[in-house]
């Protein structure tokens, strides 16, 4: 695949990544996101007060989710949560059409 095409891919990601939402209500604030070539790393702020993290959804723009990761596990309440999602855009292999 075309590396220009894969890099617009990512590039588009970045664009359209606007919400992260832990436990299917609790919105957490981006901090960073970052392009590299066809990778993209998105990085939110710290949280803290939780008590459990079961999910968390990346949505895009309008609201739909580009990715969820479900979980379960206990947070000590006095701890400060971070969350990072890697993309890496590759090429997959046609059907030949």
Known sequence: MNTAYLE????????????????GDQTVPIQSIQRTGNQVVIMTQGISGLN???????LDENGNMITEREANF???ESQQAEFTFRFVIKGGKGNGV
């Open 8 to 23: 617009r891919t990512a590039q588009d990601l970045c664009v359209r990544a606007s919400t992260i939402v832990l436990n």
């Open 52 to 58: 459990k993290i079961t999910s968390l959804r990346l």
């Open 74 to 76: 206990a947070v000590v």
